[in-house]
């Protein structure tokens, strides 16, 4: 997508094959949802780590705020993936995991405006069916 300026914008996130084909059909297609928008924000940005608020998440990932809490909790626990979270038990920062930056895999090459303008819009079944159009 080029700007008024004629400048191209876009790109895309690499997610590996293999933590595709290994955790997709093991999450619900909410939790799907928010685990792209959450690798959006870390290694879409060449990231390791973000503070991304579970009001980002809501918005980023079109899930409710019980799901989205509900799921942030399960990433605490989860290898590829693992949250911070306060004594009160409020997420504060989401940490991608060494497995999710692996250069040398076999990846797919997820377009981000998939992943800014249609997460939220779908549902999370939708949404998988969509991501798997894009696996090489």
């Not at 997610?15 to 870390?42: A, C, I, W």
């Not at 809501?58 to 705020?65: F, I, P």
């Not at 306060?86 to 997820?110: I, V």
Request: glycine residues 12%; charged residues 20%; hydrophobic residues 35%.
């Amino acid at each position: 997508m080029a700007d008024k300026n004629g400048k191209q914008h876009g790109g895309y996130t690499r997610v590996l094959n293999e933590f595709l084909d290994l955790y997709m059909p093991m999450m619900s297609g909410s939790e799907f949802k928010m685990l792209m928008f959450l690798l959006r924000k870390t290694v879409g940005w060449n990231r390791r780590s973000d503070h991304i608020s579970i009001s980002q998440v809501v918005r980023g990932a079109g899930v409710g705020k019980r799901t989205a809490v509900r799921a942030a909790k399960g990433f605490g626990n989860w290898p590829p993936y693992f949250s911070t979270t306060t004594p009160n038990g409020t997420t504060k920062r989401f940490t991608a995991g060494d497995t999710l930056f692996s250069a040398s895999e076999p990846y797919t090459r997820f377009p981000n405006r998939i992943i800014d303008e249609l997460t939220p819009t779908l549902t999370g079944a939708e949404f998988k069916m969509v991501q798997c159009g894009f696996e090489g």
